[in-house]
């Protein structure tokens, strides 16, 4: 049974360029979310996808976007990168809304 | 925004003492989660409590909840080196700053 799988592992960007990470569920999880962790902080929530769509959104500017496929994976985008967008970017998938999070490994992102 | 905010930042102790981490919440919720995070990598779920409850036991771990008060607390007993992690606290899915925990062989 798979677990949650992001992709790329590591990735570095420059200012103003944009990105896309993907993220694949556990399997039977319907609901994905993503995360921003900077170096030594806790993870922010940026927002949440079921049923491919937005359910909730954290206090992330409109540069940050998503989408939810209809087998659940999902990508996150995001426009003109600045430098302070470099962090550990989170993907968690569950059943549901805001029960167990199942957590991939992440995507470091590094904008030089 | 981050709803929980744990306490200590950091906390160094020895193998085989027990932990303790506390973590305070904003607003009401449904229930509070616990998360451990190795090396900077993926959360691991540890345990959840809800509303209703007020402690619940997994193991070595054990959580206590006052909603009166807004606020968890997680014990490690007899920790080992291999606890050496962060932890983190999550409502409504926002999490806090977490609590480094450092367990010295």
């Known amino acids: 049974d798979a677990g949650v799988t992001q992709s790329p592992t590591h990735l570095i960007k420059t200012r103003g360029q944009q990105v896309t990470l993907r993220c694949s569920p556990k399997?039977?999880?319907?609901?994905v979310s993503w995360y921003q962790q900077a170096l030594g902080q806790g993870p922010q929530f940026i927002f949440q996808?079921?049923?491919?769509?937005?359910?909730q959104r954290g206090n992330f500017p409109d540069r940050f976007s998503g989408h939810q496929f209809p087998n659940y994976s999902s990508e996150l985008n995001v426009n003109a990168l600045l430098l302070g967008d470099s962090a550990l970017y989170l993907c968690?998938?569950?059943?549901?809304?805001?029960?167990?999070?199942?957590f991939g490994s992440g995507t470091q992102l590094s904008v030089l | 925004s981050q709803q929980g905010e744990e306490d200590p930042q950091a906390l160094s102790i020895q193998e085989g003492e027990n932990a303790t981490m506390n973590c305070s919440y904003k607003?009401?919720?449904?229930?509070l989660q616990w998360y451990r995070q190795n090396s900077g990598r993926g959360l691991v779920h540890l345990i959840l409590?809800?509303?209703?409850?007020r402690e619940k036991h997994s193991g070595r771990l054990r959580v206590t909840l006052d909603t009166s008060k807004k606020s968890s607390s997680l014990l490690i007993t007899a920790s080992r080196a291999a606890d050496t992690a962060s932890y983190f606290c999550?409502?409504?899915?926002?999490f806090g700053a977490g609590t480094r925990l450092t367990v010295k062989p």
């Open positions: 999550a409502t409504d899915m926002r």
């Open positions: 409590i809800r509303s209703n409850e």
């Open positions: 996808y079921y049923e491919e769509e937005e359910r």
């Open positions: 968690a998938s569950s059943l549901g809304g805001n029960e167990k999070l199942f």
């Open positions: 607003t009401s919720i449904n229930n």
């Open positions: 399997s039977g999880h319907d609901t």
